[in-house]
């Protein structure tokens, strides 16, 4: 029998404070509350991996805003350090 995992996912962009603090808190560089602002609403995919209550990892799709030149990218980017190798990139 596999155990239950204690990580669940939500398809949701994250709220702004918990996109800026997992960013410092996985080491990347803060962004400003406008540039957060602006650019989170305009993901076109986003995940969220909790423990418990708490977001510990995130992943979002973004594009160019130009549909005659879509880029998108995804990854998990933002993993909190608490959570880091506990297999959430698969």
Do not use: C
């Not at 800026?20 to 957060?36: D, F």
């Not at 609403?41 to 130009?66: C, E, H, K, R």
């Amino acid at each position: 029998m596999i155990a239950a995992s204690p990580y669940t996912t939500r398809l949701a962009i994250p709220p702004l404070a918990t996109y800026q603090q997992l960013r410092v808190a996985a080491g990347l560089s803060a962004k400003t509350t406008e540039a957060a602002a602006k650019g989170l609403p305009n993901s076109l995919f986003a995940v969220q991996v909790l423990y418990g209550d708490a977001v510990v990892d995130m992943g979002t799709v973004i594009g160019d805003g130009q549909a005659q030149a879509l880029y998108a990218q995804f990854g998990f980017q933002h993993t909190a350090p608490a959570s880091v190798g506990m297999a959430l990139k698969r």
